[in-house]
C-alpha cells in the first residue's frame, strides 16, 4: 500500500466519528445552488456536515442579502464568537461583513473542497477567487487584479448552531495577487509556485 493510503487508514482508525466530503477540483456553485434540509439531526456528524457545506458553500456564493440573513439566522448563534479580527463579533458581525466582500469583488466565488465533522466540530476547507474591481478591499484600492486563495474554517457547534469560529487565510498569496508591495522574497517564490489542492 502506499504511505498515503496507510496515514489515511490509520486517521480514519483513529477518528471513526471523522466525516470526510471530498472530490475532484469542483467547479464553481451555479446560481441554484440553496441551502437544504439538515440530513440528520442537531448533534450528529451528519447535521454538522451540513452546517459546514451550507455557510461555505451555499452561503458564501449567495448573492441575496435577504438570503444571507435568513440562512445565518439559522445556522450561526446570536452569540457568534469570532477569533477572526477582521470580522465583527456575534451573527451581526457577519451579517454585516459578508457584503463587504461583493462590494469589492462582486465576482467572487468559493468553492469549497473537504468538510470535516465530529458531533461538536466542523471544519471546510475551500478556495476564495474573485476580482478587485469594486470598492477597496482591507484598504486596497480595486486596479482589476484578480485573486485565488485558499482557506480553512473551523467552528464549534452548539445548540445545532455554529458557535465560535477560527481559520486560517492564505494571506501572503492573496496579498501579493492583490498588488501589496514589500512582502518578503520567500512569499513571492511561494506565491508564484502551482497551487496543489
Request: hydrophobic share 40%; charged share 20%; no cysteine.
Amino acid at each position: 500500500m502506499r504511505r498515503t493510503a496507510l496515514v489515511s487508514l490509520a486517521l480514519l482508525a483513529a477518528a471513526p466519528v471523522l466525516a470526510q466530503t471530498r472530490g475532484a477540483m469542483p467547479t464553481p456553485p451555479s446560481a441554484a445552488t440553496r441551502m437544504t434540509e439538515p440530513p440528520g439531526p442537531p448533534g450528529s456528524v451528519a447535521y454538522n456536515t451540513w452546517l459546514g457545506r451550507t455557510f461555505s458553500e451555499v452561503l458564501l456564493n449567495e448573492r441575496s442579502q435577504e438570503e444571507r440573513v435568513r440562512i445565518l439566522n439559522r445556522i450561526v448563534a446570536t452569540g457568534y464568537i469570532q477569533h477572526n479580527p477582521l470580522v465583527p463579533q456575534g451573527r451581526q458581525g457577519l451579517i454585516d461583513f459578508i457584503p463587504v466582500i461583493y462590494q469589492s469583488m462582486p465576482d467572487s466565488r468559493f468553492i469549497l473542497h473537504d468538510v470535516f465533522a465530529t458531533t461538536d466540530r466542523v471544519v471546510t476547507r475551500w478556495t476564495w477567487t474573485g476580482t478587485l474591481t469594486g470598492a477597496p478591499f482591507l484598504g486596497i484600492p480595486a486596479r482589476g487584479q484578480r485573486v485565488e486563495f485558499d482557506v480553512i474554517d473551523v467552528w464549534s457547534v452548539h445548540d445545532g448552531q455554529l458557535h465560535e469560529h477560527w481559520d486560517q487565510f492564505d494571506w501572503p498569496r492573496a496579498l501579493i495577487q492583490l498588488g501589496v508591495q514589500g512582502l518578503p522574497q520567500p512569499f513571492l517564490d511561494v506565491a508564484a509556485r502551482p497551487v496543489s489542492r
